[in-house]
C-alpha cells in the first residue's frame, strides 16, 4: 500500500520535527517506505511569491503584472530562501546543493517571466493566460524548493526518496499535468 501525506507550509518550516515525528516516527526499515510527501512552501513563502493571504500585501507577481522590477524581488527572494535554508543545516540539508538548486531555478523563472513580458507586450495572445501561467511559475518556486530540500534531508539521513519536480520547468514537449504526474512515477 502507498499512502499520500499532504505537509503544509507551516509544518514544513518546522521539518525537524516533521523528520522526527511524521516521517520517522516510530517507524524502521521498510515501514520507512511507500509513502508519497506532498509539501507545501516554506512559511510565508507564497506570500512573498504571490500575495498575502490574509492582509492582501501585493508579492512578486503584482510587480509583474505591473511591469515593474520582478528581477530584483527575486534576487531578494532568494536570499530570503538561503536564510531559511540555513535554518536546516543541523538537520543534514546539504546547504551548497540547496543554494545551487534555488539559484537555478530562481534564474530560469526570471528567464520564463521575462518571455512571457515579451509575449504580453506583443499583444497577440490572452493576457489573463499569460498571467495565470506567470503566477503559477512563480507559485511552483516554493513548492520545489522545500520539496528538494525535503529529499535532500532525508536522503541525508539515510532515508531513500526521490524529488519529484511537477513544475514543468524541463519539459521539452507540451504536455498536461496529469501527463507529467504519469511520466514521474513511471519509474518509481
Not at 30 to 36: A, E, G, M
Not at 105 to 116: A, F, G, H, V
Request: proline share 1%; glycine share 6%; hydrophobic share 45%.
Amino acid at each position: 500500500m502507498i499512502t499520500v501525506e499532504k505537509i503544509g507550509g507551516t509544518s514544513m518550516s518546522k521539518f525537524d520535527e516533521v523528520l522526527r515525528n511524521i516521517i520517522i516516527g516510530n517507524r524502521k526499515g521498510d515501514d520507512l517506505y511507500n509513502r508519497i510527501f506532498v509539501v507545501s512552501a516554506y512559511s510565508g513563502v507564497t506570500n512573498w511569491l504571490l500575495e498575502h493571504k490574509k492582509t492582501g500585501e501585493p508579492g512578486i507577481y503584482d510587480l509583474f503584472v505591473r511591469d515593474q522590477d520582478y528581477s530584483a524581488a527575486l534576487d531578494a527572494l532568494l536570499d530570503k530562501l538561503l536564510t531559511i535554508n540555513q535554518t536546516f543545516a543541523s538537520i543534514k540539508l546539504d546547504l551548497s546543493i540547496a543554494e545551487k538548486f534555488i539559484t537555478r531555478r530562481i534564474e530560469q523563472c526570471k528567464n520564463y517571466l521575462t518571455s512571457l513580458a515579451e509575449v504580453l507586450a506583443s499583444g497577440y495572445v490572452d493576457k489573463q493566460n499569460i498571467l495565470l501561467a506567470a503566477r503559477e511559475i512563480l507559485a511552483s518556486i516554493g513548492e520545489a524548493h522545500s520539496a528538494f530540500n525535503s529529499v535532500n534531508i532525508l536522503q541525508n539521513n539515510g532515508i531513500r526518496s526521490t524529488f519529484v519536480d511537477l513544475c514543468g520547468f524541463h519539459d521539452a514537449e507540451f504536455i498536461t499535468i496529469d501527463e507529467r504526474i504519469m511520466k514521474a512515477f513511471a519509474n518509481i
